[in-house]
């Protein structure tokens, strides 16, 4: 980019924030009713609207293909009929969710008899910074709205098209429902010096959620003076303690890793109690192998199965989203306390065990944004815990943690009504 | 500084981090009872130790007095019996408080029999940075042990003997109770350089809760890499409505700005609907004038009293923490609300009407952590919120927002508990 282009880039950015910040103001004020009508008619929008959408589509395709993107970048890229109706079926969820903007989180009454309460309000502007996948412009662009946001959408330029044409619905929505068209807005520009004024933005946007990989989170992360709802990265383990039932760790340690390898719940290390390393590792490990994943493990796995490879320091670091999975065998439920707090992200993990004790001592010290007895870690997502659909998941401790809903989305005021009081 | 000192500091301030980090460990895992007890018996040390406390803080008096600190500094770094006695008493009502930590904030059952639960857990590790008040020591690091985080303190340097002198009787506390004596650290050096250090420590602190004037916040807004809990400034309003009465005007509005000139609630700008702009306006002013308040007017204001000041636009801004007022009178409460929007500081407004349709569009449209019908803007305070003693006030919309106290100072986690499930 030239000075030229930086200028106008910025202003362009400013007057959307200017324009989300009042936007917000109104949507603050605005009845669930008006947020959930403009979602239904944009879902709507988004079925009458298929063929633009899909023809915006075909056109963000053929650029992609004709730059050579891989193929995973490509299917995240390409919508289909079947993806658009999920499209519109999501922001008729969303509609559905509970309003939390207005909701009492507490109410009570002071000795001097101030009524006191603690209100959810929004947030204000969220700004949404994502890659591929155009639907992450009506999911983000619904979540932000039923929560009483306004949205600024900046996402991949090879999906530029696309999510123009599927703004253009939201818009259609927000209109049939009177509320302001800047409520929900994209960055009009490809220039890659967008993101960077986005991040420096503080007057105008009040969190940032950043989607994609780790390099755009890397990014982010060194470059946002707004706070942000992210995870770097979900390095999640499953220990399979020395009680725990051979046929549950079987079951939980196999979906675990390989029901979806590419999502971030996925485990990536499997610690297994050096007591249950002759009964029960080679089973698992034999599991694993035998459903396409390849094993990476200590001496210990490796002797179980010879077609384990040897795992380096490294594995434990990695985030595979593959199926790969790193093996290591511990000395009971504080070591692998131990090798979680060293290695992990604070982002999911699970124990197995028969034992009450154990379980629950894993479950108060390992410091992660969820953690499981019994369970699969791919249970970590907003629509499993049961809050509906979620913008991302945080590793964050600060306001958000885990799943980010709608409800993560607000902030609260607190509201005094008194009677003339005043303080002593 | 030079180069060495700086690597000397940040070796040191790097240390302090990862001792703070291993003190959080244990004491997110520390029972209630050995938190309050190691807080009764730091209450006893301070007791015990009044002499030493008072020798330490003289010679900080003599060192600000011979450099000439301005008289209000001087009382702010003063310790005598009676603040001595009250630090004591702070620590032991901590004690008393509700420990916010391993509290269920909500647990429901998913219909695959997952048995799910929020938890409040510990934020970690909270640094604190603060000018002239040594008692600042005792609270904050009786707050973050409350709460079962570690403390890193940052005290001015003018009262580093009075800090060091109470730091060692929270110490005793904390031996007595067998908890880390990492858990409250005070940075060991007057090095200017320390503060930026520790503003960049990501890795090692999870807030920054600075405390002191304006410039001290404005140099850790702009440095910090670190979230904060903070407020820049409080311009508190005060509009007084068009259907409000006069005598609870007079009341609230007084105490409002007079109670106590110099804390963040107090109220800065007065805002008269011109509904009653010859009625209470001139009442309202005379009992300002009155009690010895300066006031800075409009052009209606200065009709109202000749010993009114002509208000400048830079009063509309200014945090006045002292015997001064800017009034105006306005069209209504939306004109107030305008008012407060563009020069508030989204800390505490009030209005004062008997108009219950006024009141709720102004506790509904003010963008503020508090809103108060008919009520003082002094009671903006922790305590008053019966929430026990605070460590700030935050402006920020997320995670603390307003007072912040013991459970402003957790987390929580999503501790989940099954019998084999894995996702479908």
Known sequence: MNATTSATTEDLMIELG???RAAARVLAQSPSEAKNRALAAAAAAVRAGRQSILAANAQDMAAAQSKGL???LLDRLMLDDKRVEAMAKGLEEVALLPDPVGQEMARWMRPNGLDSARVRVPLGVIGIIYESRPNVTAD???LCLKSGNAAILRGGSESFHSSGAILACLQQGLAAAGLPASSIQMVPTADRAAVGVMLRMTEYIDVIVPRGGRSLIERVLAESRIPLFQHLEGICHTYV???ADLDMARRVVLNAKMRRTGICGATETLLVDQRVAATHLPVLVKDLLEAGCEVRGDAATQAADERVAPVLEEDWH????DAIIAVKVVNGVDA???HIERYGSHHT??????DAAAAAHFLGAVDSAIVLHNAST???DGGEFGMGAEIGISTGKLHARGPVGVEQLTSFKYVVRGSGQVRP
């Open 378 to 380: 791919q249970f970590a």
């Open 140 to 142: 983000a662009g619904a």
């Open 336 to 338: 692998a306390i131990e």
């Open 70 to 72: 891989a193929k995973a």
């Open 349 to 354: 993990e699970a124990i197995i065990t028969d």
């Open 18 to 20: 200017r324009n989300a």
């Open 318 to 321: 990695t985030e595979y989203l």
């Open 241 to 243: 303690d020395g009680a």
